[in-house]
């Protein structure tokens, strides 16, 4: 079976090339191709290896097509459903997580300049470019799949290439107790405190289920309201009709056209929200936010990285203050204690499983802000 595969490797990348070479000669001549690449692909095969059998040339032209216009090696393992993040070091070392568990497949790219072109195509259709000035991207496809990429100098070993799967649909909250996420307790705290515009923060580690929980959470909200999305890339899948998606957008090569999460929220208070959300906190958007719901916008949902729920109130005070507008702490802290009434901390366990670890309610306790679990005895 390897020796086939070697085999059908090989002969797939011989006559990819000689595609692209008739291709550049007819380019050359004033003459491009009149037909479609799968077409050209599949009358080069029958030319050149009509001694191989009907379902070898089949597969044959599939391979030379994915290679030539697709994402190569990547592409069966983004056609399995149960592939959730894609993570490429390099082109002889690819690794992929499956229910939350990272493991090595046996994938590779023939060298780096094909990990390149694959990164190339993936980055073209979103118009995003990356080179050594800009070795840094970040993206989304376009069924909501996060793709990272760094190059070198940047990346030692090899461009270095990321993509996170986001499915057309997310689970719902009673999909989570069914998956044992979520508490059924949990699960109608979270229910009520989403009906009676409670602000929650959901926070955790990177992994751990933030996104899908707060996605779920936002099946909550009422039909009738109108809500406005926030994110830097736009991955929530949310249920409602009245939805206003936002997405940030970097800065172009030239360094101009940046619009930030920041920018966004503060925009989005003037669109007549009934409910905020944003995807993440991660910068100084997090005194916007305070702001917000502290003057008449309660009910927004976010997500933030911390280590517990405790932490959570500690980072979003450190990131209101990265706003540099001269706020004491005990001011943007009274903020907090007012503005945030629950943050639900998630975690990802060592079987990769993800699960509610935390339910806590934001309470003052001699004049410092705390945390109060409000599903005692449900922790793991």
Known sequence: MATREHHLAGLADELRFRLIERRRVAAAGGNPAAIDLPDEVRALVEEEAALLGRDTRDELAARIVRDTVGLGPL?????????EEVMVNGPDDVYVERAGRIEAVDVRFPDEEELRNAIERILAPLGRRID???PMVDARLADGS??????????VDGPALS???F???RPGARELVERGSLSTTQCELLEQAV???RSILVSGGTGAGKTTLLNALSGFIDSGERIVTIEDA???RLQQRHVVRLESRPASVEGKGEVTVRDLLRNALRMRPDRIVIGEVRGPEALDLLTALNTGHEGALSTLHANSAADALSRLETLALMAGVGLPHEAIAEQVQRGVDLVVHVERRSDGSRRVAEVAEVVRVA???AVRDLAAGLKS
Not at 75 to 83: K, N
Not at 146 to 155: E, G, H
């Open 75 to 83: 592409e069966d393992l983004l056609a399995d459903p149960t592939v």
């Open 132 to 134: 050594e000035l800009s």
């Open 146 to 155: 996060r793709v990272n990429v760094v190059i070198p100098p940047l990346a």
């Open 163 to 165: 993509i996170r799967r």
């Open 167 to 169: 499915g057309a649909s």
């Open 195 to 197: 009906g009676d515009r």
């Open 234 to 236: 736009a991955e929530l």
């Open 367 to 369: 004049g410092t802000t």
